[in-house]
Nanobody, 124 residues
Framework: QVQLVESGGGLVQAGGSLRLSCAAS????????MGWFRQAPGKEREFVAA????????YYADSVNGLFTISRDSAKNTVFLQMNSLKPEDTAVYYC?????????????????WGQGTQVTVSS
């Protein structure tokens, strides 16, 4: 049974940083893409960043490019999202997702597995 467990969310002031973690278990992810999505109240879920398990491909939404960094620790089966220079508009529930590398990149429909989400709140 695949499990994705996010952690690291919380309350931070504008300009601050947070690092989210996603612990993945239940299968081999070597042929998978791991993604981060977010959903703010009243808005649709949107893509944030993604990385193939090999690290050969990385994708970022334009809104976070240069501010957020996605990485993974293959030995620990964990994916990270380092978020710097946070803004109030980054406030959302952040979800970790996993999908087959050939199908999963920047759209939610390409991902098969989802975590429960972790709340990130950025105060002004």
């Amino acid at each position: 049974q695949v499990q994705l467990v996010e952690s690291g969310g919380g309350l931070v002031q504008a300009g601050g940083s947070l690092r989210l973690s996603c612990a993945a278990s239940g299968r081999t992810f070597s042929s998978y893409t791991m993604g981060w999505f977010r959903q703010a109240p009243g808005k649709e879920r949107e893509f944030v960043a993604a990385i193939t398990w090999s690290g050969s491909r990385i994708y970022y939404a334009d809104s976070v490019n240069g501010l957020f960094t996605i990485s993974r620790d293959s030995a620990k089966n964990t994916v990270f999202l380092q978020m710097n220079s946070l803004k109030p508009e980054d406030t959302a529930v952040y979800y970790c997702a996993a999908g087959p590398m050939l199908r999963a990149s920047t759209t939610a429909s390409g991902y098969d597995y989802w975590g429960q989400g972790t709340q990130v709140t950025v105060s002004s």
